[in-house]
Nanobody, 117 residues
Framework: QVQLQESGPGLVKSSQTLSLTCTVS??????????WSWIRQPPGKGLEWMGV???????YYSPSLKSRTSISRDNAKNTVYLQMNSLQPEDTAVYYC?????????WGQGTQVTVSS
């Protein structure tokens, strides 16, 4: 069964850089046609798509986050990463990674990130 596990620091100070890890089991991140996304949900708000790393190595980001967000992967570790700099308290959210192909989507359980001022 495909599993995605997010992990990160939990608490980050304003202006610092956030680094999150999405470790994938039972599905290679190089599998053709899969995409790997990061999505977040601030408290009391809806889901916000942040960006995607496609199987061919291309990346796309939300315009509002593009200047300070980067998604990368380590094929040997079967892991996808999210890096976001210049964090602010409004970046406090649960951060999710997911894998998708056509109509199939796999989600991680999410990891809470709190940004202190």
């Amino acid at each position: 069964q495909v599993q995605l596990q997010e992990s990160g620091p939990g608490l980050v100070k304003s202006s610092q850089t956030l680094s999150l890890t999405c470790t994938v089991s039972d599905l290679s991140i190089t599998t053709p046609y899969y995409g790997w996304s990061w999505i977040r949900q601030p408290p009391g708000k809806g889901l916000e798509w942040m960006g995607v790393f496609l199987y061919d190595g291309s990346t796309y980001y939300s315009p509002s986050l593009k200047s300070r967000t980067s998604i990368s992967r380590d094929n040997a570790k079967n892991t996808v990463y999210l890096q976001m700099n210049s964090l602010q308290p409004e970046d406090t959210a649960v951060y999710y990674c997911n894998a998708f192909i056509a109509s199939r989507v796999y989600w991680g359980q999410g990891t809470q990130v709190t940004v202190s001022s």
